[in-house]
């Protein structure tokens, strides 16, 4: 069984991070993600909601952002 985190930060590029929503066996309750074009966000977001992540949170600075998002509660 892979390991599993509390929370995960990841500072990616878009692509792989897309790749990575799907290919995830167990995803972290909490997930930060920056490194990403303010365009990229809403594709990145909707490929995790996909696997029942919730957008938490967006920030911006420039043309970066960083995502925050979080598994429901059981």
């Not at 309750?29 to 365009?39: E, K, M, T």
């Amino acid at each position: 069984q892979a390991p599993v985190a509390d929370l995960v930060v990841a500072n990616v590029l878009a692509p792989p991070l897309l790749t990575w929503a799907g290919l995830q066996v167990a995803l972290p309750p909490r997930l930060v993600l920056s490194g990403l074009l303010v365009g990229e966000v809403d594709r990145v977001a909707s490929a995790y909601a996909a696997r029942e992540m919730v957008l938490a949170e967006t920030r911006a600075d420039g043309e970066w952002a960083a995502l925050v998002l979080t598994l429901p509660a059981p």
